[in-house]
Structure formats: C-alpha cells, structure tokens
C-alpha cells in the first residue's frame, strides 16, 4: 500500500527558512518521480516542483524558482523541500504526490500525501 | 503561458443525476490532460489521465473525454461521495510542468 507522510510544516516568520520532508513506504522510492503541490487556504492546487526518479532532473514553477530546492534520499525513502525565503504568500497545505507511472517525470500524480500545513506570519 | 478555464465554477446536481463538467485551455494540450476530485480535508485523488482513461480503482461512472483545447469529464448518476471539487490538469511533456485549472464545485 502506497503511503506518503509529510511533515515539517508550521507558524514560521516572513524571511525566514523551512524544509519539508515526505517519508514514502510500499512501493519503490527509487523508481518513481515526485513532485510538492501546494493549496492556499480556500484555493485551488498549484504545482511547485518535479524531481526525477534518479534525483538528476529537478524542475520548478516560476513561482518557486530560485527559492524553494526539491531533493530526495534513496536511502532513507525521502523526499525534500527547502523552501527559503518565505512570503506570506507561501501560505498553503504543501502535498508531495508520486508521479503515475515508473521513471516517468512528465506524468500526473497517482498517490498523494495528507498534506503539512505552512503557515508564514509574524 | 497555458491558461485554463474551467466552468462551471459551481453545478449543482442531484443524486442520481449526471453531472458535466468543462475544461478548456488557451492552446492545445493535445490529450495530455488529467482529471482529480478533492473532498474538504483530503488530498485530491487521480480520476482520469491521459483525457480519457480511468485510473486504477475509478468507477465506471467517472468518463473523461475532448482533445486540444477543450475537455469534458461526465459523471453518471451521481453519488452522494461524489460531491467534492474537481479539477483538470495539464501536464506537459518537457521540460516537465503542470498547470491545474481552477476547479469546479459539485454540490447538492
């Protein structure tokens, strides 16, 4: 059973950093592109960041670019996101989803975590 | 710059009605199109990829159609956890980005 479990969120100061971690189980890590979406508070989804399978690609919205990094460990089952240089417009329920089929990058996104909560607020 | 619509931004429906719902882009997105519904609290759920195809574990009910600029999910005689909000997906090809619609609203 395919399982994603974020964590990391919380009540953070404009400026300041923040990383997020997504802790995958019952499929193979290694084998799937993964990607951060995040929801503001009573909108819709917006996509963030996409890493390849072998942690080679990585890609990025415009929204994003040149602050948050995508990053992943294959020993440990784990996705990143360093999101640096937060706004109160970061704001949002971040969700990581795996990318639907093996070693896709380019692919919608069949599993999704519960979502972790940043809230950026002096 | 893909942009999409997607309309209604609400429809409301009955159980046992069908619903009909739009998506239309700026451009042609060939059928590199993908539908999710999301409930209050939960993450969104993949419906349909590829404009048309269900994805694993989707009913029957759940059809997906269109190509290029304007797309179409349908729902068959509507179930009560069907109400929840739906949203289209663009996911190109390379380099890798993904553009979601707005979303609609299904409720009673």
């Known amino acids: 059973q395919v399982e994603l479990v974020e964590s990391g969120g919380g009540v953070v100061q404009p400026g300041r950093s923040l990383r997020l971690s997504c802790v995958a189980s019952?499929?193979?890590?290694?084998?799937?592109?993964m990607n951060w979406v995040r929801q503001a508070p009573g909108k819709g989804l917006e996509w963030l960041a996409v890493?390849?399978?072998?942690?080679?690609?990585?890609f990025y919205a415009d929204s994003v670019k040149g602050r948050f990094v995508i990053s992943r460990d294959k020993s440990k089952d784990t996705l990143f996101l360093q999101m640096n240089s937060l706004r109160s417009d970061d704001t949002a329920v971040y969700y990581c989803?795996?990318?639907?089929?093996?070693?896709?990058?380019?692919?919608?996104?069949?599993?999704w975590g519960q979502g972790t909560l940043v809230a950026v607020s002096s | 710059e893909i942009l999409i619509t997607q309309a209604p931004v609400t429809l409301s429906v009955s159980p046992g009605e069908s619903a009909t719902l739009s998506c239309r882009a700026n451009?042609?997105?060939?059928?590199?199109l993908a539908w999710y519904q999301q409930k209050p609290g939960q993450a969104p759920r993949l419906l349909i990829y590829?404009?048309?195809t269900r994805a694993t574990d989707i009913p029957a009910r759940f059809s997906g159609s269109g190509s290029g600029t304007e797309f179409t999910l349908t729902i068959s005689s509507l179930q009560s956890e069907d109400f929840a909000i739906y949203y289209c997906?663009?996911?190109?090809?390379?380099?890798?980005?993904?553009?979601f619609g707005p979303g609609t609203k299904v409720d009673i």
């Open positions: 890493i390849s399978f072998d942690g080679r690609d990585k």
């Open positions: 451009q042609s997105l060939r059928s590199r």
């Open positions: 590829a404009a048309s």
């Open positions: 989803a795996r990318t639907a089929v093996v070693s896709a990058t380019a692919l919608p996104f069949d599993s």
């Open positions: 997906q663009y996911y190109s090809d390379w380099p890798p980005s993904f553009t």
């Open positions: 019952g499929f193979s890590f290694s084998s799937y592109g």
